[in-house]
């Protein structure tokens, strides 16, 4: 039986309470528009909304807009507004690799960092719209350069700097970025990642990218192009810290995120201006329960979404105290994040279930020779928790103290749409729990009938949420057709999902050909494109598989050109190729050589069988008489390699 965690009030009164929940959900479904009418007061606008939510996923009148008569600036909203209040308040802490090389931003020298940094961008002809890619390690200047580009209204695309230069090529060609900002070399687990390196090679296939901006952090000797590249500490010497903000409508672009799918190449997520914030504000304020001067640590990267969300614009929004790390969990030692924890004071903590397997593993002393006396919090993101998992980050990282926030949410969402809220909900360890007032899930069949009561099926949204992506850049036949068509008139998150008889949700990981490895989403076509582009490789299917630390891992089968051996020293570089080509997240864990794949008479591919035998379940591999070649599933169940 699953226990089950009662919400403890804390000592201060809480913020939202059941009670409180229950009547703001009832209120955000009853009556969406006023409750947003009232719920969007929560950020500043320059130029107040009339208009709410003009919201519809039918074909013949889609469209998603919230507030879209307002005006606003995110900037202004992170800075301006807290320096009466808070202008000598720290904003940023930056925790570098090495532990203690901290460095603590107030939000007025922020504002200050901020506004010169857009004046940079401005000397450099960015105008609003533009869009800028920011290619960089987690340096508080890199906070500053998102949020400058806010007050100018360029729009930013942050590629993880884990990625490699040809898909940043390919990230800044999608979006036509006419410049770049990256810096000399990141610093991570004691090693040097070649941003600027990065940067110059994907630029050879990059050609509209006129201006590359470069931040020192190493201190490296790296290669300057003249007249095309430039320190940004020469730049900054020379920028005036005044800039007034631009008045932004609600509906502006704000960036661009890349995100994997199930199909084709990366799409570039679409997040506008005031949804977006209220949403991060919000959610931000009520799932960590945050209060005036607690320390916040969301250990994402800014590369990624959550680093977007409650690494920079959910806290700075909310005058908070946010930490940016730039170094790894097991750097110097596997102590790392809770030594942090109590150096730093921080009092809610945030990270992904593969970080907390991986430590897990590692015993228990790692953790308890720190106090963590500060933690209040706890927060789970990006892939299902296990529940022994969270066992053992609530028993033994918070001392049974503190409640766990397991958010439930995607790039697409702009912020979590399914969580508990601390003090409110009662918890069930491996549970997101229920919605966020204003969020309707509803769990359908293959067929995209309603399920009702307790029960398991695919996880749809029915009506739209400030929050919600708009677009996919230059695409947005392929927005509609990604989310909207699978089950007509509603959002598809494409995830599994399964509601026990409390309404608790249980996301139980993805139900289309998209992988998460360690949290990180990794869309199976993509990794096939890398292996086919292999000389060598005449086919490629590429399924998950479980995996202990990691979630899923990726387990790839191969078919080579004739002619071609199949050896152990193919098979490695094979899957250094991808890294190459891709970057490591993208590395398969397993490659097994396929002389042929199992695929039905009319050519597609039978991944379900794939699956299966990546995952060792071969008793069971269903029907394969419809099959070409049935013989072909025995060669690869005998042949099946166990990952490393
Ligand atoms: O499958 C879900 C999983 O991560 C996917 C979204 O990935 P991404 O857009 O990269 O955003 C990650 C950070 C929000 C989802 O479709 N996922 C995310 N959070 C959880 C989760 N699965 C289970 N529980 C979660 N808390």
Same mark, same amino acid.
């Given at each position: 039986?699953?226990? !089950? ?20 959900? &009832? ?174 090679? &994907? ?35 020379? &920028? ?42 919000? !959610? ?140 409110? !909900? ?114 490629? &299917? ?103």
């Amino acid at each position: 039986m699953t226990q !089950t965690i009662h919400a403890a009030p804390h000592d201060a009164v809480a913020q939202v309470d059941k009670a409180e929940y229950d009547a703001r959900y &009832a209120a955000s479904v009853a009556d969406p528009e006023s409750y947003w009418r009232e719920g969007g007061r929560c950020i500043d606008w320059s130029r107040p909304y009339t208009e709410v939510k003009d919201t519809s996923f039918d074909e013949a009148d889609f469209r998603i807009r919230w507030f879209a008569d307002g005006q606003t600036n995110v900037s202004v909203n992170c800075l301006d507004r807290h320096l009466e209040t808070r202008g000598d308040q720290t904003a940023i802490i930056w925790e570098g690799d090495e532990p203690g090389e901290t460095r603590k931003v107030t939000y007025r020298e922020l504002h200050s960092q901020v506004c010169c940094f857009a004046n940079v961008l401005k000397s450099k002809g960015v105008k609003k719209g533009d869009r800028v890619t920011l290619y960089l390690p987690m340096v508080p200047e890199a906070a500053a350069a998102m949020l400058a580009c806010t007050r100018i209204g360029a729009i930013h695309s942050i590629v993880f700097g884990g990625f490699s230069p040809d898909s940043l090529a390919n990230r800044l060609v999608d979006c036509d970025s006419r410049l770049v900002i990256t810096a000399d070399e990141g610093c991570r687990g004691g090693k040097r990642i070649p941003l600027k390196a990065n940067v110059d090679k &994907a630029l050879d296939h990059a050609p509209g990218v006129d201006t590359v901006i470069v931040i020192r952090r190493s201190g490296a000797d790296v290669p300057m192009v003249e007249g095309r590249d430039f320190w940004l500490h020469d730049l900054l010497a020379d &920028a005036s810290p005044d800039c007034p903000a631009e008045p932004m409508d609600a509906e502006d672009p704000l960036f661009i995120l890349y995100t994997s799918g199930s199909t084709g190449k990366p799409k570039g997520v679409l997040h506008t201006t005031g949804g977006y914030l209220v949403w991060a504000h919000t !959610t931000f304020r009520d799932v960590f329960d945050y209060r005036d001067g607690e320390v916040f640590w969301c250990t994402a990267d800014i590369g990624w979404v959550t680093g977007h969300s409650y690494v920079v614009y959910g806290p700075l929004s909310n005058g908070a105290t946010t930490v940016m790390f730039d170094g790894v969990p097991n750097y110097p030692d596997h102590g790392r994040f809770w030594e942090t924890i109590d150096r730093l004071g921080v009092n809610i903590f945030y990270t992904a279930p593969t970080a907390i397997r991986a430590l897990m593993r590692e015993g228990d002393s790692w953790v308890t020779k720190s106090s963590r006396k500060s933690l209040r919090i706890l927060g789970s993101v990006g892939e299902p928790i296990n529940p022994e998992a969270w066992d053992w980050y609530h028993r033994v990282v918070g001392d049974r103290r503190c409640p766990i926030v397991d958010t439930w949410w995607q790039t697409e969402t702009g912020g979590i749409l399914i969580s508990p809220l601390p003090y409110a !909900t009662d918890l069930k360890p491996g549970s997101a729990t229920k919605p966020l007032p204003g969020v309707q899930p509803m769990i359908v069949d293959a067929e995209g009938k309603e399920l009702e009561g307790a029960t398991e099926g695919n996880l749809c949204i029915t009506d739209s949420w400030p929050g919600q992506m708009r677009t996919v850049w230059g695409d947005h036949d392929r927005f509609f057709q990604t989310y909207f068509t699978t089950y007509p008139g509603k959002y598809f998150t494409g995830d599994g999902v399964r509601r026990d008889a409390d309404g608790y949700y249980w996301i139980t990981g993805r139900v289309d050909d998209v992988i998460n490895v360690s949290g990180h989403r990794m869309g199976t076509a993509e990794v096939e494109s890398a292996l086919v582009a292999h000389p060598k490789v005449a086919e490629a &299917a590429v399924v998950g598989m479980p995996h202990d630390i990691k979630g899923q891992g990726i387990y790839a089968y191969v078919t080579l050109n004739a002619g071609d051996e199949p050896t152990d020293d193919l098979r490695a570089e094979l899957r250094q190729w991808v890294r190459k080509e891709i970057g490591p997240v993208a590395t398969p864990d397993a490659l097994q050589f396929a002389p042929g794949l199992p695929k039905t008479r009319s050519g597609k591919i039978m991944r379900r069988i794939l699956r299966k035998i990546a995952e060792n379940d071969t008793s069971n591999l269903g029907d394969t008489s419809t099959l070409a070649d049935p013989s072909v599933v025995d060669t690869l169940v005998a042949e099946r390699i166990r990952p490393a």
